[in-house]
């Protein structure tokens, strides 16, 4: 049995602004599961919910600051969280990045800071918990100072750093080290100093025992100008132990068979009721009521990572062929407005909703009969996985998760029984296009299609198989 302490800055359900709030809530479940003792470590936010209060654990003092750890549960679940309880830093409304008007806190370099330090404490058992950990396993900047701390430190537990998503590094100016009364042996250019300032991700990128991402395939892209933002040097510096785990779905609240939010439940051995899922949509969204046309949908962020823009440049021409297409999202502006006014000269094709709704997420991802995901980079992805599941064949982008989770449809993939839906290579609309008319080809052929609609739901993506991945590393490191 290994004793892992997990840390991260947030975690779902006490508190979510992304994806990495999902594996912090679901993976130390999952190793729980498999045998393994875990603790959770983040701050306590004045807007964490949804568990039962933190009960009072011990103080430790760190950088002149009094720090209060508390213990939680992650809800319906054994797991212990440790809540790092700083009020100063932590009482304030908003989220763990920006206040309530989505302005960045001015102190978050000090907050991260902190809550780093108090991490590495627990790390060396200097916390009176009398629990010392074999792993700490790391997540994202706001946890890139511990294996840099943790390196100074003898008899140190080993450390796995996780990357969910490169672009964000907790970059802050030279004078903030000096501030922040780091240790002097850190600052150097294999250290935390990144072009004369100080970079909270280096710290994991370079001190960690081994580094994560979530996808084998955004693996080897970060080391890659395009999606390494300067620190693909680095990172090809330490591809030997550097390894990508896809993240696990909630295969409990993404389950046609037994999902509350759909009109028709169904498995693949009733396929044939799937249908009644798209008639109900149809109705809800206006579109026309028309079971045996192709139905596509889409659900995100629209940000310029989603591909958003390929999807508007091909959308004149789509509204020639003889489908259908139905989004959910928001975001950039521009892009909403765009995609209204498509919706509006075309009432019959293409539906467009703008917002955040859960309800409506599962409808479409049970109503459709494909799911556009054409991003320009994806580290993981999580409803290319929901659509194989619901046998909602996505039509993705060769990149990052989406590689690594689907299978293109190709002579030999259908032969060999693997094809679970289209991948396209060029960022293109022409290359977008091209693979809708191919999935339109295939969804004609009504044998074919519900063998790929199988080989897609028989998929396992769930949290058991990534934490058995997590802990065969903890093992060999
Ligand atoms: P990312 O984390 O980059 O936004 P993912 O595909 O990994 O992309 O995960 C996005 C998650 O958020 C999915 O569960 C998706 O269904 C959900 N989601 C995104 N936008 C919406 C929306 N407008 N309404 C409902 N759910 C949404």
Not at 115 to 138: G, Q
Not at 252 to 267: K, M, S
Not at 285 to 309: E, F, M, Y
Request: charged share 20%; hydrophobic share 40%; proline share 6%.
């Amino acid at each position: 049995m290994k004793k892992i302490l997990f840390a991260s800055s947030e975690t779902h359900p006490l508190i979510k602004t992304g994806g990495l709030a999902d594996v912090a809530g679901s993976l130390p479940i999952a190793l729980t599961n498999l045998g393994q003792d875990v603790r959770v470590i983040m701050p306590n936010y004045q807007g964490i919910k949804n568990c039962e209060p933190g009960r009072y654990l011990c103080t430790v003092r760190v950088n002149n600051c009094d720090v209060n750890l508390l213990e939680t549960h992650l809800p319906g679940s054994n797991v212990a969280v440790w809540l790092v309880d700083y009020p100063p830093f932590f009482n304030h409304p908003g989220n763990p990045y920006t206040d309530e008007n989505g302005n960045p806190w001015p102190d978050i370099g000090d907050r991260f800071a902190l809550f780093c330090r108090i991490v590495t404490e627990v790390a060396m058992d200097r916390a009176y918990l009398n629990w010392k950990p074999d792993v700490v396993h790391c997540n994202d900047w706001q946890t890139g100072l511990v294996p840099a701390l943790l390196s100074l430190e003898v008899a140190k537990p080993a450390t796995v750093f996780t990357i969910h998503n490169m672009a964000y590094q907790g970059v802050f100016p030279a004078n903030t080290y000096t501030l922040l009364n780091l240790p002097g042996q850190l600052w150097h250019h294999d250290g935390l100093e990144y072009h004369g300032m100080l970079s909270f991700i280096k710290g994991g990128l370079s001190y960690s025992d081994w580094i994560t991402t979530v996808s084998p395939t955004y693996a080897h892209e970060i080391q890659t100008p395009e999606f390494g933002y300067g620190l693909e040097g680095l990172l090809a510096h330490r591809q030997h132990t550097l390894s990508g785990i896809i993240n696990g779905i909630d295969t409990n609240v993404w389950n046609p068979e037994t999902d509350q939010q759909i009109v028709q439940t169904y498995n693949r051995d009733t396929l044939n009721k799937k249908v009644k899922n798209k008639t109900a949509l149809q109705k809800r969204l206006s579109l026309p009521i028309a079971p045996d046309q192709p139905l596509l949908g889409l659900i995100g962020r629209l940000v310029d990572q989603k591909g958003i823009d390929l999807v508007l440049n091909c959308l004149k021409e789509m509204t020639t062929l003889p489908l259908q297409f139905a989004l959910l999202g928001s975001g950039d502006k521009s892009i909403q407005v765009r995609l209204q006014d498509f919706a509006r000269l075309y009432p019959d094709k293409i539906s467009i909703t703008i917002g955040y709704d859960e309800k409506l997420a599962h409808q479409i991802e049970a109503g459709s009969d494909m799911f556009l995901m054409p991003s320009r980079f994806e580290p993981c992805g999580l409803n290319q996985m929901y659509s194989q599941r619901y046998g909602t064949l996505p039509i993705v982008r060769k990149t990052g998760g989406l590689a690594d989770t689907v299978v293109d449809a190709l002579p030999e993939t259908i032969k060999n029984g693997t094809a679970s839906g289209l991948v396209f290579k060029d960022a293109t609309p022409g290359a977008l296009l091209e693979t809708i008319k191919r999935g339109m080809v295939l969804h004609a052929n009504r044998p074919l299609w519900e063998q790929l609609q199988r080989n897609a739901m028989n998929k396992d993506f769930s949290w058991e198989n990534s934490a058995n991945h997590y802990l065969a590393l903890y093992r060999e490191i």
